[in-house]
C-alpha cells in the first residue's frame, strides 16, 4: 500500500510565523502536490514537484515556497504566516508511469492566529 | 468555464435510493477522468478511473462522454455509508505529469 505521511494532523501558529509542513512518501514517486482546501473552495493547488530539486508553481503560490531535497520528501514553508493562510493542507503523490493517480496523506490542519 | 464544474449538492437520499452525480470539464485534452471520495476531515481517496467505455464496479457506475466533455457517476442501492463528498477529477493541462484538476464536490447523505 502507498502511504504519505505527514508530519502534523493539527498545527496551531502566530502570525509572523515560519512554518514547515512535511510531507514523506514511500512509493518512490517522483511527483509530488501541496493542495490547501477550503470549504467552498475545494482543492487548490500551491506548489508541485517532478523531481529531487525541481519545483512548479501551482495556481495559488503566493506566500508559500516548497523544498524538494530528497525524492521521498516534499515541505511547504509559510514564511511568514498570516491568518487567510489557516486552511487544511493536503500533500500527494503520484508515479510518473500511470494514469495520474494522486495518493493523499491524512492532512494538516493549520490555523494561524 | 470553470475547469471543472459538479452538481453543487447536497443530494439528500434514503437508503436503497439510486442517485447519479454530473460533471463537466473544459480541457478536451484531458486524458484522465476519475471520482474521489473524502469523508468528512479525512483525505480524498480514489474511488475510481473513468474510461471511454463506461466502467462498473459493484453498486457503482461511471460513465465518460468525451464529445460533450461530461462525466457521471451513478450510485445504485445507496448506503448509510456512501455518505460523503465526491469529487470529480481530470488530469490538467496538456496532460502534463500527473497535474489534477478537482472539482468543488458534491455531497451525498443518505439518510435511514
Known amino acids: 500500500d502507498v502511504k504519505v505521511t505527514q508530519s502534523s494532523r493539527y498545527l496551531v501558529k502566530r502570525t509572523g510565523e515560519k512554518v514547515f509542513l512535511e510531507c514523506v512518501q514511500d512509493?518512490?514517486?517522483?511527483?509530488m502536490f501541496w493542495y490547501r482546501q477550503d470549504p467552498g473552495l475545494g482543492l487548490r493547488l500551491i506548489y508541485f514537484?517532478?523531481?529531487?530539486?525541481?519545483?512548479e508553481k501551482g495556481d495559488i503560490p503566493e506566500g508559500y515556497s516548497v523544498s524538494r531535497e530528497k525524492k521521498e520528501r516534499f515541505s511547504l514553508i509559510l514564511e511568514s504566516a498570516s491568518t487567510n493562510q489557516t486552511s487544511m493542507y493536503l500533500c500527494a503523490s503520484t508515479p510518473v508511469e500511470g494514469n495520474y493517480e494522486q495518493y493523499f496523506g491524512p492532512g494538516t490542519r493549520l490555523t494561524v492566529t | 468555464r470553470k475547469e471543472v464544474e459538479q452538481d453543487p449538492g447536497p443530494f439528500n437520499v434514503p437508503e436503497g435510493a439510486t442517485v447519479a452525480f454530473n460533471c463537466t470539464y473544459s480541457n478536451s485534452a484531458s486524458q484522465s477522468f476519475f471520482w474521489y471520495r473524502q469523508d468528512c476531515r479525512k483525505e480524498p481517496k480514489l474511488l475510481m478511473s473513468?474510461?471511454?467505455s463506461g466502467n462498473e464496479d459493484g453498486r457503482f457506475t461511471a460513465q465518460l462522454n468525451r464529445a460533450s466533455q461530461y462525466i457521471s457517476l451513478l450510485i445504485r442501492d445507496s448506503k448509510l455509508s456512501d455518505s460523503a463528498t465526491y469529487l470529480c477529477v481530470v488530469n490538467g493541462k496538456g496532460g502534463s505529469q500527473g497535474n489534477l484538476i478537482f472539482g468543488k464536490g458534491t455531497k451525498l447523505s443518505v439518510k435511514p
Open positions: 514537484s517532478y523531481d529531487v530539486k525541481m519545483k
Open positions: 473513468v474510461y471511454s
Open positions: 512509493m518512490d514517486h517522483e511527483n
